[in-house]
């Protein structure tokens, strides 16, 4: 094909740097990791935190999916009021895997170019599973819905410095929405990159019981089948 199936305009995803084949890292790279003092995030990439805010806020997330046996359980506790990270994709770490938060992150860029795909799982939310998660892995659709529903709206994006080709130098990624981003060269057309280095903001604070991978079996529940064989060297191996 010469066209995605999540985005006509552009042509099928690929990684431009292979995660299967990864390239060894620049020594300015590995003197950049070493001095954020990053280590590798299970995501893809490399994170350190920045700042975690000592104020606690009351845990604003719907505790529905999981039995929980106490009542501090059930309420969700709290969070802290927010967290930061630095986040650095290479091209011997070039994907960040599909993953959602249930916190809303702000992410700014620093340095290189990379793209950025959301598959809009909280808009397909039903009854028996608001906000999109779910217990089960089919996204609780019916049992005849399971596979291919293409329900799920996709967006793409290119985050890095040329504004005027529309790249952009901050983002938002509302929670409930699964992210993935790889690492594109820093020139569009070149080859090489010196890595790409953003922050994030999660609103309230990281905590990894908010946060879960994409499998398989609910990105077939999410999207068609085409769009899922274009995303699925996306997903956490
Ligand atoms: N620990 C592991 N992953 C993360 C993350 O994405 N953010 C923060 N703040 N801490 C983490």
């Not at 994907?95 to 809303?104: E, I, S």
């Not at 820093?186 to 990159?193: A, L, M, P, T, V």
């Not at 953003?198 to 609910?218: K, L, N, Q």
């Amino acid at each position: 094909a010469t066209q995605s199936t999540i985005d006509p305009s552009i042509a099928p995803l690929h990684p431009p740097f292979d995660p299967k084949h990864p390239q060894p890292e620049s020594e300015t790279l590995e003197a950049v990791i070493a001095r954020l003092g990053l280590q590798q995030h299970v995501e893809g990439g490399y994170f350190v935190e920045t700042d975690r805010d000592s104020l606690r806020v009351p845990n604003p997330f719907t505790v529905n999916d999981r039995e929980s046996e106490s009542e501090s359980e059930r309420d969700g506790g709290t969070r802290s009021a927010s967290t930061t990270i630095f986040y650095l994709l290479t091209a011997k770490s070039p994907l960040g895997a599909f993953h959602r938060n249930r916190g809303r992150t702000v992410h700014t860029l620093h340095k290189g170019r990379g793209r950025y795909v959301l598959i809009h799982a909280d808009e397909v939310a039903s009854a028996s599973c608001p906000g999109g998660y779910c217990g089960d892995e089919s996204g609780g659709l019916p049992e005849e819905e399971k596979r291919w529903t293409g329900k799920a709206r996709i967006e793409s994006f290119v985050v890095g410095h040329d504004i005027l080709k529309g790249e952009r130098l901050q983002w938002i990624v509302e929670g409930g929405k699964y992210k993935s981003s790889f690492l594109l060269p820093d020139e569009q057309g070149g080859e090489d990159s010196e890595g790409l280095l953003i922050s994030e903001t999660v609103v309230p604070g990281f905590e990894f019981e908010d946060h879960d991978f994409m499998r398989w079996e609910r990105m077939q529940a999410l999207v068609t089948k085409e769009q899922a064989v274009e995303m699925k060297w996306m997903l956490r191996k």
